[in-house]
Antibody, heavy 114, light 112 residues
Framework: QVKLLQSGAALVKPGDSVKMSCKASGYTFTDYIIHWVKQSHGKSLEWIGYINPYSGGTNYNEKFKSKATLTVDKSSSTAYMEFSRLTSEDSAIYYC???????WGQGTLVTVSS | DVLMTQTPVSLPVSLGGQVSISCRSSQSLVHSDGNTYLHWYLQKPGQSPQLLIYRVSNRFSGVPDRFSGSGSGTDFTLKISRVEPEDLGVYYCLQSTHFPPTFGSGTKLEIK
């Protein structure tokens, strides 16, 4: 069955970067785009961007263009998101989702604190 | 960006009852290909969102027929009949017709 397994929680300092992963299984990795979504504590969901694992092509929400970098490693069926210049506003759960959001990873909690 | 307005914010319900959740968009969600990309999700406490309904009225695999979606243009509704304990959580609508995809602010279904 389709599974998206995300990396564990991260505690990072303000100004640092964090790179999280999303390992896909149960389907052909290059057949579906991977989205990334942010959920701040107790709040709704914001779309960050997506990557096409086949071509490596990306598309970002304007709000996150200077913050997020999406990449993939086809050999391990893993998508990555790097978030840079972190502030307290970036503390959130980050989800990856396949295709048109039909399948989601379990989320990665990022806490930004000194 | 397309604004998705969900009402109500909170929805108390008795088990076995029926409820409706409204989702309105700031512009029509009819895509140039003729499809309407409006979807519904349930996020149970401590879990990821799970897809219930895609493209307005299509139930995703394994979703019981107690869930139904309807609507067109800018006005959409999710109905849940015979509410069960496993239905409790926050419901979100999502539009993916226009870039960027945007979510509603959520409706929390809780026991009355």
């Amino acid at each position: 069955q389709v599974k998206l397994l995300q990396s564990g929680a991260a505690l990072v300092k303000p100004g640092d970067s964090v790179k999280m992963s999303c390992k896909a299984s149960g389907y052909t990795f290059t057949d579906y785009i991977i989205h990334w979504v942010k959920q701040s504590h107790g709040k709704s969901l914001e779309w960050i961007g997506y990557i096409n694992p086949y071509s490596g092509g990306t598309n970002y929400n304007e709000k996150f263009k200077s913050k997020a970098t999406l990449t993939v490693d086809k050999s391990s069926s893993t998508a990555y998101m790097e978030f840079s210049r972190l502030t307290s506003e970036d503390s959130a759960i980050y989800y990856c989702a396949r295709g048109w959001f039909a399948y989601w990873g379990q989320g990665t909690l990022v806490t930004v604190s000194s | 960006d397309v604004l998705m307005t969900q009402t109500p914010v909170s929805l108390p319900v008795s088990l076995g009852g029926q409820v409706s959740i409204s989702c309105r968009s700031s512009q029509s969600l009819v895509h140039s290909d003729g499809n309407t990309y409006l979807h519904w999700y349930l996020q149970k406490p401590g879990q990821s969102p799970q897809l219930l309904i895609y493209r307005v009225s299509n139930r995703f695999s394994g979703v019981p027929d107690r869930f139904s979606g309807s609507g067109s243009g800018t006005d959409f509704t999710l109905k849940i009949s015979r509410v069960e304990p496993e239905d409790l959580g926050v419901y979100y609508c999502l539009q993916s017709t226009h870039f960027p995809p945007t979510f509603g602010s959520g409706t929390k279904l809780e026991i009355k």
